[in-house]
């Protein structure tokens, strides 16, 4: 059974940082790509970034290029997320998914639970 | 970045009745989009990809089609837990971008 843990969210000042963790059971972690994505209080979902299964190619929305970094330690089947200079408008519920093979496109089949992340003063 | 919009933004329906939901592109993504469910407290679930192939586990009163710029979702005859979200994502380019969402409630 494919399980994702998300962790690591918490309550942080503006230029701030914190290390968002997903935690992967399941599933052969190092071929698939991964991915998060968030969403704001009361708004809808955003992609947010992509890491390829071995961890050569990432992507970023515009927003938080610069800021955050993701990354995939295939040795212990977990994805990261590392924010830094955290601002207001990234306070969000962060989602890891994992990227389906199946099809001729790419798609999310399995999303973690969330982890909020509060950035406040 | 390639801009989805959905409509309606919000529907009312009862059960057992027949919806559809529209996804259209600011420009062209051949198949290249999926579906999900979104209930409150629950993380996003898949239902439909590569635009109208179903989700292993999703049942059949779900349906997506269309290609390039304009896709529908449908759902056959509601039941009570179908009354939540749902977002159209695009995979033709990055940013993966969603659509802002419909929310189904109960009529």
């Known amino acids: 059974e494919v399980q994702l843990l998300d962790s690591g969210g918490g309550l942080v000042q503006p230029g701030g940082s914190l290390r968002l963790s997903c935690a992967t059971s399941?599933?052969?972690?190092?071929?698939?790509?991964m991915s998060w994505v968030r969403q704001a209080p009361g708004k809808g979902l955003e992609w947010v970034s992509s890491?390829?299964?071995?961890?050569?190619?990432?992507y970023y929305t515009d927003s938080v290029k610069g800021r955050f970094t993701i990354s995939k330690d295939n040795s212990r089947n977990t994805l990261y997320l590392q924010m830094n200079r955290l601002r207001a408008e990234d306070t969000a519920t962060y989602h890891c998914?994992?990227?389906?093979?199946?099809?001729?496109?790419?798609?999310?089949?399995?999303w973690g639970q969330g982890t909020l992340v509060t950035v406040s003063s | 970045a390639i801009q989805l919009t959905q409509s309606p933004s919000s529907l009312s329906a009862s059960v057992g009745a027949r919806v559809t939901i529209t996804c259209r592109a600011s420009q062209g993504i051949s198949g290249a989009l999926a579906w999900y469910q979104h209930r409150p407290g629950e993380p996003p679930k898949l239902l439909i990809y590569d635009a109208s192939r179903l989700e292993v586990g999703v049942p059949s009163r779900f349906s997506g089609s269309g290609s390039g710029t304009d896709f529908t979702l449908t759902i056959g005859s509601l039941q009570p837990e179908d009354f939540a979200i749902y977002y159209c994502q695009q995979f033709n380019s990055y940013p993966y971008t969603f659509g802002q969402g419909t929310k189904l409630e109960i009529k």
């Open positions: 890491i390829s299964g071995n961890g050569a190619s990432t």
């Open positions: 399941g599933f052969a972690f190092e071929t698939y790509a």
């Open positions: 998914t994992k990227v389906g093979l199946a099809g001729d496109w790419l798609y999310f089949d399995y």
